[in-house]
């Protein structure tokens, strides 16, 4: 009993109050924003060094369904172009708004009222692994923790597809995994809604062009919602979801 | 006995150093060596000219912090006899053995797939493989989707009633071609790939490639890159043990465990976000030392945090051990004995569970601990209780080692050193105790300073199999609380 209070009174209050504007410490590398310096003529620096093929130069444009968010770019660059910063509201209801440039500062989600009028109060999900290194795990399981608290909007992660509303894809789909990828989206309730989390998701990541994939199954839906990152930052999946679900 | 080439973690050899054994001679110094107490690190196959495949084998000297290395060739007829029958550590390295290169180990009691690699020459495929049946006893058939945040794999629990006889693991559907990726493309730029051999496990993947890097190329780290890296790594361990304990907590329906140790690790990993940009420690370690130091307020907000941990676990470790309620559920649940640990050549946290101390910071020293002598913990039940007490502790003294080396002011030096082209012809093999057990890589370059052959042995690679001893005889409904006290990866076995 006297453990018990002495564990409460300690553990006090731990949710963050308000996830619209929380921000992780500056030193998190989150929205990359591109400078106004030019390139130094023939420089390809920083497309020598990206492991994932993200960058196009002239003019500079950072692919966030590739990037993993390493410093090796902003290491190299010899005109500090690319800065990460840490704003973490990346997800997209579209793929073109993901490619970063000079005009295009930031992704854009534009709220689903189809969506909104069903879900908006309450949002189910399956979390389906795909070939996932278990970071977008970890920080989807981190988003139902006590600091992050989503199940205060109504979102939350369950077992059963067929109590889900919707599934969440980590991982590059992988050969393995593709059919039982395709039976656990075959029984989840239409109209059901697809978010892909992470880069491997997005476009295969660091595993793109690996012979051992197999992403055919995105080929024949409709993705409801984008979410970059290597993995997502729990602030920027849960900005993503509330602002797909326009609330 | 035939000659064997003895090496240290993370120094570098020349390929023709190697000996060369007749496979027979090969098998038979094995099952003598695993007999004698040595451990296999690894067993694997690749293919050579004219069809023939090279079979290396390196093993684990505990007692002399050394590692054995030899190697054999098979020709034409691409077989040999299983040494699985005599030593049953090897059932995995096996059958691993013949996916990837077709070389059967005849006699082998179960040669299911692995990962069921394309093109492998395994003839079965992952969705149908050759099942084992008690004949009779009911069947729960659990996965590839499984509990809502775990990683894919699937689990058929042979029961009798509500008890489990034995667990058939059938892994593989995390499988990304992660060793194949290693062939291709610029050796020096692969960081950021190894960080997602286990996404869990960033740091210690991260310092076993770029010490390999570093061996093969011949440069030495400053001290203050190799703290950094203990650093990181050590707080990587405090961060992932209290996920284990907050997973505990809650499979056994105990909330005030789960929210406290999941709080706490939201703090930690975000020290971690201040040292490395990322929560998981992404974009620190690199061939050549770490890409960021650490500032004077980094240090001091690390330290701040480690003492809220220190002070905190202290209070809910007390609630949490000191409940009966808890005990009951966790005390005899799951057990499993050094003999198995031996048997199934299992590492690490599951051998320290049991009172082995398996631990490659004592054993097979590299980086701060060549000179910082480590002594592992151990807890003696093995049992569930036994899995979540030694994370406890471990997260105790992890925190004193960081606060030691803060103090130490080894904080001089570059943070990078550049690395130099890799030596011709060479082998290395690096082994880092990740907060699982040990992690190992070896690399064997060509003639041109390429890469010719990348291995990768994560813990779990060796612990799936106590998971399955150790349900034995427990209730289906215990099966969860039991693995999560494992707590093993699914893609750091796939690859």
Avoid at chain 2, 58 to 68: I, K, M
Avoid at chain 2, 112 to 127: L, M, T
Avoid at chain 2, 138 to 144: A, C, D, K, N, R
Avoid at chain 2, 387 to 407: C, D, G, T, V
């Amino acid at each position: 009993m006297f453990d018990f209070i002495k564990a409460r009174i300690n553990q006090g209050f731990q949710a963050i109050k308000d996830l619209r504007t929380a921000r992780p410490p500056a030193e998190f590398r989150g929205l990359p924003v591109i400078g106004e310096a030019e390139c130094p003529n023939g420089c390809f620096k920083c497309i020598d060094v990206c492991p994932v093929g993200a960058i196009t130069v002239n003019p500079v444009n950072v692919d966030l369904r590739k990037c993993i968010f390493c410093p090796d770019c902003r290491l190299k660059c010899p005109e500090s172009k690319i800065e990460f910063t840490n704003d973490v509201r990346m997800g997209a209801t579209r793929t073109e708004s993901l490619v970063i440039s000079r005009d295009n500062r930031a992704p854009v989600i534009e709220a689903d009222n189809k969506a909104g009028s069903i879900f908006k109060r309450s949002l189910k999900l399956r979390l389906i692994s795909a070939g996932g290194c278990n970071r977008c795990e970890l920080e989807l399981s981190a988003l139902g923790n006590v600091n992050f608290d989503i199940g205060r909007f109504g979102i939350d992660l369950v077992t059963s597809p067929r109590h889900a509303d919707g599934i969440v894809l980590t991982g590059p789909l992988t050969a393995n995994m593709a059919y039982a990828v395709e039976e656990t989206w075959s029984n989840v309730p239409m109209p059901g809604i697809v978010i892909l989390c992470g880069a491997c998701a997005l476009s295969g990541g660091l595993f793109a062009g690996s012979p051992v994939l197999d992403r055919s199954f995105l080929d024949t839906l409709h993705v409801d919602l984008y979410i970059p990152g290597c993995p997502p930052h729990p602030l920027t999946v849960a900005n993503a979801l509330l602002d797909f679900l326009g609330r | 006995m035939g000659k064997w080439l003895t090496a240290k973690n993370a120094r570098a050899f020349h390929r023709r150093e190697i000996p060369l054994l007749h496979m027979d001679e090969l098998a038979k110094d094995l099952v003598r060596f695993l007999g004698e107490g040595l451990r296999v690190v690894h067993f694997y196959g690749r293919a050579g000219v004219e069809g023939a495949v090279t079979i290396t084998a390196v093993l684990a000297d505990d007692t002399d912090c050394s590692l054995l290395v030899s190697e054999a060739h098979i020709k034409s007829v691409l077989k040999y006899t299983s040494m699985t029958v005599k030593e049953h550590s090897l059932h995995l390295f096996e059958r691993e053995l013949y996916e990837q290169t077709g070389v059967v180990p005849e006699r082998h009691p179960w040669l299911k797939p692995v990962r069921s690699e394309p093109g492998s020459h395994a003839v079965v495929q992952i969705n149908k493989p050759p099942l084992y049946s008690t004949g009779g006893p009911h069947e729960v058939s659990w996965g590839p989707v499984r509990s809502v945040t775990a990683e894919s794999g699937h689990f058929r629990l042979l029961c009798r009633g509500e008890e489990i006889l034995h667990i058939a693991i059938q892994l593989g559907y995390q499988h990304r071609g992660v060793e194949r990726l290693f062939r291709t493309g610029n050796p020096m730029n692969k960081a950021s790939l190894v960080e997602s051999i286990a996404g869990d496990t960033v740091i210690a993947h991260a310092w076993a490639y770029a010490m390999a890097i570093e061996a093969l190329s011949g440069i030495t780290l400053s001290k203050k890159a190799e703290m950094m890296r203990s650093v990181a790594l050590e707080l990587e361990r405090i961060a992932m043990h209290l996920e284990c304990l907050s997973g505990i907590s809650a499979g056994i329906g105990f909330l005030p465990g789960a929210s406290t140790y999941g709080r706490l690790r939201t703090a930690v990993i975000d020290s971690m976000l201040r040292l490395s940009g990322c929560r998981f420690g992404r974009g620190l370690v690199r061939p050549g030392g770490v890409l960021s130091g650490v500032g004077s307020g980094v240090r001091e907000h690390v330290l701040r945090v480690l003492d809220v941990v220190d002070h905190d676990t202290e209070i809910i470790n007390a609630y949490l051990f000191g409940s009966t309620g808890v005990l009951s559920r966790l005390e005899g649940t799951g057990v499993i004995t050094p003999a198995q640990v031996w048997e199934a050549g299992l590492v690490g946290i599951i051998a320290k569970s049991t009172g082995l101390p398996l631990d490659s910071r004592a054993d097979q020293p590299f980086g701060v601990y060549e000179k910082d002598h480590f002594t592992p913990i151990t807890v003696s039940s093995g049992d569930v209780y036994a899995r979540a007490k030694i994370r406890a502790l471990e997260i105790e003294q992890s925190i004193k080692i960081i606060r030691k080396w803060f103090h130490y002011g080894m904080m001089i030096g570059e943070n990078m050193m550049e690395p130099t082209l890799l030596g011709a012809g060479q082998m290395v093999v690096t082994m880092v105790e990740g907060f699982r057990g040990e992690v190992s890589h070896a690399i064997i370059t060509g003639h041109n300073s390429e890469i010719e052959y990348y291995k990768v042995v994560d813990t779990s690679f060796h612990n799936w199999m106590g998971l399955a001893l150790a349900a034995r005889g427990i209730g289906i409904s215990d099966f969860p609380l039991c693995n999560e006290s494992f707590g093993q990866s699914c893609c750091g076995h796939d690859l």
